[in-house]
T-cell receptor
Framework: GQQLNQSPQSMFIQEGEDVSMNCTSS?????WLWYKQDPGEGPVLLIA?????ELTSNGRLTAQFGITRKDSFLNISASIPSDVGIYFC??????????FGAGTRLTVKP | EAQVTQNPRYLITVTGKKLTVTCSQN?????MSWYRQDPGLGLRQIYY???????DKGDVPEGYKVSRKEKRNFPLILESPSPNQTSLYFC???????????FGDGTRLSIL
């Protein structure tokens, strides 16, 4: 099926370090999304990618839609304590369905 | 303020006692959906609705029902809850199905 493999599962980093996480799939998708979930809240959209090869930034966040349309990565530069949370990749397919990766849990040590 | 509102936020109940989790959005979105979040599994879609009176099963619909009588509301119904439905549930909405979704703050259900 349209399974997403998100890695790493968790990361423990020092404040100020850069972070990189990615999602891969054996299927092709037309849209890749990255969400962040703060503790006790619902996921919030960070970046949406609609075109293969597209590189999009949102402040310290940068995400790319892989050229093969089967993968995407999210980078966070100069991490700060409020970056803590769970990051999810997601794809839309069949115009109706959305599928999420299992999430990357980020911990930032001050 | 544009938002998706779920109620209750927390519920502890017993096996077999019917419960309903309400979801309401004030953005005039056509598309609404329900997810459950379990450790290591991410978010899995339970049901979705493309518009009023149109609902479809997601990946894990067993044991759940939904209805979409009005555009703004999309309640999730557990007719006979069981312990394996203990989870964190999220309602989400978007203008259309192809648009990124806005999520509520979640409902934590514990079925004893």
């Amino acid at each position: 099926g349209q399974q997403l493999n998100q890695s790493p599962q968790s990361m423990f980093i020092q404040e100020g370090e850069d972070v990189s996480m990615n999602c891969t799939s054996s299927s092709i998708f037309n849209t890749w999304l990255w969400y962040k979930q703060d503790p006790g809240e619902g996921p919030v959209l960070l970046i949406a990618l609609y075109k293969a090869g597209e590189l999009t930034s949102n402040g310290r966040l940068t995400a790319q839609f892989g050229i093969t349309r089967k993968d995407s990565f999210l980078n966070i530069s100069a991490s700060i304590p409020s970056d803590v949370g769970i990051y999810f990749c997601a794809v839309t397919y069949n115009n109706n369905d959305m599928r999420f990766g299992a999430g990357t849990r980020l911990t930032v040590k001050p | 303020e544009a938002q998706v509102t779920q109620n209750p936020r927390y519920l502890i109940t017993v096996t077999g006692k019917k419960l309903t989790v309400t979801c309401s959005q004030n953005m005039n979105h056509e598309y609404m959906s329900w997810y459950r979040q379990d450790p290591g599994l991410g978010l899995r879609q339970i049901y979705y609705s493309m518009n009023v009176e149109v609902t479809d099963k997601g990946d894990v619909p067993e044991g759940y029902k939904v209805s979409r009588k009005e555009k703004r509301n999309f309640p999730l119904i557990l007719e006979s809850p069981s312990p394996n439905q203990t989870s964190l549930y999220f309602c989400a909405s978007s203008l259309f199905s192809s648009e990124p979704q806005h999520f509520g703050d979640g409902t934590r259900l514990s079925i004893l």
